[in-house]
């Protein structure tokens, strides 16, 4: 079966530090990938998706970046954090091609301070 | 691009009436409308979906009905429980992109 692993589960980071969140899946090949970021009391928020190695789309203009360096690694970063990026980011999965159902990991709190 | 609205964003229920959850969308080209279950602290779960070739769905206590010609699809929970309080989220899928909705908080009431 199929697991999607995120971490850490929790950070807290100072104003200007650097990010780095890791998300693998396991159990499925050449999955599309894609990050959320869900603030407090609010919907989710499409940053990224991937559906290839190196094959990246950003929906939104931010300080964040993506990358995917294997198959089933989608890693989500910053070179400066903004107070503004505090939230709750999630990493999802889906089949390419095939069925549409898309499956979230457990996500990672992120407070910037 | 697709634009998806939830409604209501709040909903108490008393434990074994009904619940309801509508959602509208904008893009005709949408054809895939998953829903998600969210408890506090853990990313979405699917609990149930429904692609575009089919009105309706239903999955024991929980149902999602689809008006393409509207462009609106809704959750049915019947004979809620406790357990079924958490934030409920839908969604329309387009190629590789998934829109969600704003989330409803539901809260069942013992």
């Known amino acids: 079966s199929q697991t999607i692993h995120q971490w850490p589960a929790t950070l807290v980071q100072p104003v200007g530090s650097p990010l780095s969140l890791e998300c693998t899946v396991e159990g499925t090949s050449n999955p599309n990938l894609y990050w959320y970021r869900q603030a407090a009391g609010r919907g989710l928020q499409l940053l990224f998706y991937?559906?290839?190695?190196?094959?990246i789309s950003s929906e939104v203009p931010q300080n964040l970046s993506a990358s995917r360096p294997q198959d089933r690694q989608f890693i989500l970063s910053s070179k400066k954090l903004l107070l503004s990026d505090s939230g709750f980011y999630l990493c999802?999965?889906?089949?390419?091609?095939?069925?549409?159902?898309?499956?979230f990991g457990p996500g990672t709190r992120l407070l910037v301070l | 691009g697709e634009n998806v609205e939830q409604h209501p964003s709040t909903l108490s229920v008393q434990e074994g009436d009904s619940a309801v959850i509508k959602c509208t969308y904008s893009?005709?080209?949408?054809?895939?409308f998953p829903w998600y279950k969210q408890e506090l602290g853990k990313g979405p779960q699917l609990i149930i979906d429904?692609?575009?070739?089919?009105g309706e769905k239903k999955d024991q206590r929980i149902a999602v009905t689809l008006n393409k010609t509207a462009k609106h699809f809704s959750l049915h929970i019947t004979e809620t429980q406790p357990e079924d309080s958490a934030v409920y989220f839908c969604a329309a899928n387009t190629g590789n992109q998934f829109y969600f909705g704003t989330g409803t908080s539901l809260t069942v009431i013992p």
């Open positions: 999802a999965w889906s089949v390419s091609p095939g069925s549409k159902t898309q499956y």
């Open positions: 893009d005709s080209a949408s054809n895939y």
């Open positions: 991937s559906v290839g190695i190196g094959q």
């Open positions: 429904i692609r575009s070739n089919v």
